[in-house]
């Protein structure tokens, strides 16, 4: 059969004729949109309502997000700060203060798809301190105790550090456990130069962390110095400078707060080190900056490429080439936006931030298991967290394109005014005298808790919202104790059997270490890491004790809140309670019976409704019917004057200790509402943290 010919093109038809190339439309005819004309068509729809209000979103950061956007001035962006592809390293931490505990753990998590080996060090051994010289809640605190190369070996029998290599956060200096790391590659007669990883020393932020110096800074760049030398020579895959800027986030600080520390601490060392005769770039090779991955993707995204951005710029000034040393990202979930209220929702969370870190390209990635607020999380939600990062990364490709938002106006947009504000911010504290004359002052503390508490404000108001807190929130969820292990028995233990090995070192005091070389010698020789610290040429003035940064979780108000309520349940048999009283049809009430519903249910109250009633009389009986010690009425605005004083008359007659709620902002009609016996009123202005608090302690005083 003879195909049919196709159909002829229609007169003054574009299309191509045979041997002709495609035609390309022409739009000249139309004007131009400008911002102005899309503006005022959007005002006309918004009715008279503030364009400002409605359609721009303020940030924490000061940035005011647009409703649209359109291509940016320029598209220059500094050199080497474009984001890689994701570098695919899964560096899942794993909770535990024995070896004994850690290794099976690690060794399974290794053959599920871990490809990294991080050792988190409890406060002890980040100071390189015996168990003995430490606080007892020093030891195991925050992760695994060592003191002696026996120790490391326990924990790492069977791994192989090629393979996966460590990542470590060693305190202010790397020289104690970098030697304690040398020690075990050289007993097991291995390459150390094959393996890579992070043995990463960051005394600034180690001393905003704690409070009082581990060291004197000298010391610990001397140190530092130290470090990067014989890494160069022996372990050329090895970083061991790190900056844990995710640690202001933690303590509630902004995107503009995180950056702008991270950058000027990395200034510092790289000031330190150059002065030391070091060259730029080899420093600025050997760094790792952690930062932390919150809810707010496309910020993350932004602040991630700002970093790079702004890292350029630094090792420029520096007379570096930045793309001869990209900024190392290590990314981490913030524990600020996670919650022990509905953990389940965490692992919606670590998704968002796991999105976020790939999209922005970080090296490695460590996601918060789900439940790491309530305990100590085993394998099950381990993998969990770890297999996010794998679906991700391996079924949706996110780790097959390098700087997957580029291009993206909003992105690019936010990029450049998140480091524009950062940059200034920078800039304040260099003209102090740099991040140690800043954290002497208190300047960035500061301006973390007054970031913090702007969020926790948000979150108590209803303007920013967490689900399962104060948004959606389960009344009905069982309360989850948060559990601790008794590790007295254990600390004993560290304390005896490590003075032991200690007593058996003869003369350690004659013994001075001044390199790694010699911290290794000291470790094979059966030293423990107090006595390799006390052995090291310190000698710099002690730093003064400053102002803490302080982890925080945004939702410990809600949380404290719901444990209330659970302790009214305990006593009381049942939960606090609430009925809605609705009038009219559905249309009339619903709207506010929902917000009401939502707004009690952040307390712990269990919410209750009858049908919708027309006679005020038969609504007064079924309040009554209910129990509930908390009545909230629900219609409309234009009912109440009609409802309100004779339903609430009626009932506190009936029943004077009900609390009696209005849904809905009163208006010039609150001082008649309350002469009539009104208690309360509930609307999106009402603080629904303190109202709530308030709230427990009228109906249950003896509940704390």
Known sequence: MKPEAPPAAPPNSSAPTEGESPAVLDFREFEPATAADWRKAAESFLKGAPFEKKLITRTPEGVALQPIYSAPDSDETPAGARPPRFGGLIAQEISAAEAKDFNPALRADLMAGQNTTPLPLDTATRRAQDPGEAAPDEIGRDGLSFAVLQDLRAALDGVDLAAAPPFVWAGASALPFLGLVGALAEERTCRAAD????????????????????????????????????????????????????LWAEAGGSAVDELACAIATGAAYLREMVGRGIDVDMAAARMVFSFSLGSQIFMQIAKLRAARQLWARVAAAFGGDAGAAPMAIHGRSSGFAKSSLDPHANLLRITGDAFAGMVAGVESLHLSAFDETLRMPD??????????????????????????????????????????????????????????????????????????EARFAALASGRESLVGVNLSANPKEEARAVSTEDRTAFRSDRVTTVAKIAEAVSNPGRIRISHV??????????????????????????????????????????????????????????????????????????????????????????????????????AVNDAIASGAPVVVICSTDDTYPGIVPVFTSLLKARAPSVHILVAGAPGDQEAAYREAGVDDFIHLGVNRLAFLENLLTTLNPVVK
């Open 379 to 452: 394998a099950f939600s381990r993998r969990l967290a770890r297999n996010v990062q794998i679906i991700l990364s391996e079924e949706c490709g996110l780790a097959d394109v390098a700087d997957a938002a580029g291009g993206s106006w909003y992105v690019e947009k936010l990029t450049a005014e998140l480091a524009g504000k950062a940059w200034t911010r920078f800039q304040e504290i260099e003209a102090v005298g740099g991040m140690a004359a800043a954290l002497r002052g208190g300047s960035p503390q500061r301006a973390a808790a007054e970031a913090g």
């Open 517 to 618: 070389p010699g911290a290794i010698e000291a470790f094979l020789s059966g030293w423990t890491i107090g006595q390799v610290r006390r052995s090291l040429p310190r000698g710099s003035a002690a730093e003064p004790a400053i102002e803490r940064i302080q982890p925080r979780r945004v939702a410990s108000g809600f949380e404290a809140l719901r444990a209330r309520a659970a302790d009214w349940a305990k006593t009381a048999g049942q939960p606090p309670a609430a009925w809605l009283a609705t009038f009219g049809p559905p249309r009339q009430h619903r709207a506010r019976a929902d917000f009401s519903s939502a707004f009690l249910a952040c307390g712990g109250f269990e919410v209750r409704s009858g049908r919708s009633e027309h006679a005020i009389e038969d």
């Open 195 to 246: 393996w890579g990883g992070a043995i990463l020393a960051d005394p600034l932020t180690e001393w905003a962390r704690e409070g009082v110096p581990d060291l004197g800074l000298p010391d610990a760049y001397a140190e530092m110095a130290a470090c990067l030398r014989w890494a160069e020579m022996r372990m050329p895959k090895l970083r061991v400078i790190g900056i844990q800027a995710h």
